[in-house]
């Protein structure tokens, strides 16, 4: 589903606007008051990947939004995102160039660690020599870095 990035965090859309040009008009006709706006919690997953349900609500100034955007992210129920999750631990890792070589050093924890695409923050590409590999970031996304 569509939702808007502010601040790192993914808010769903309000009632009624499902374009970012909607809700820029939004935020200009809110201006000098508080909205209220539920996000989705980033605790129990890794994006894009979320948990229907584990939301919450922050108050924000339209005054204080200098910048937002449209990001896609799959929503799944928490029993569809563990069974996902649990479906990946049988083959966690077996495609990262670093496991062939040593394991994975990304341990047991692989609700933090391991996004649902199969890659986790250690992640490296067995292309040319060449080492990637992802961080996670403030936004709880894993980053691939070279
Ligand atoms: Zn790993």
């Not at 569809?80 to 994975?104: I, S, W």
């Amino acid at each position: 589903m569509k939702v808007l990035e502010i601040d790192y965090d993914k808010y769903i859309y309000p009632d009624g606007i499902s374009t970012p040009e909607a809700f820029g008009a939004y935020l200009l006709a809110h201006s000098g008051r508080f909205i209220e706006m539920r996000y989705f919690s980033g605790d129990n997953c890794v994006a894009p990947y979320y948990i229907e349900g584990e939301t919450g609500s922050k108050f924000i100034n339209p005054a204080m939004v200098s910048v937002f955007r449209e990001c896609e992210v799959t929503v799944l129920s928490r029993g569809e995102y563990d069974r996902r999750l649990a479906d990946l631990e049988k083959n966690r890792c077996v495609h990262c160039a670093k496991y062939k070589m040593n394991g994975c050093e990304c341990g047991d924890n692989i609700r933090d660690n391991l996004c649902l695409d199969g890659k986790c923050w250690h992640f490296a590409a067995d292309v040319d020599g060449a080492e990637y590999f992802f961080e996670k970031t403030i936004d709880n996304r894993l980053l691939l870095m070279v």
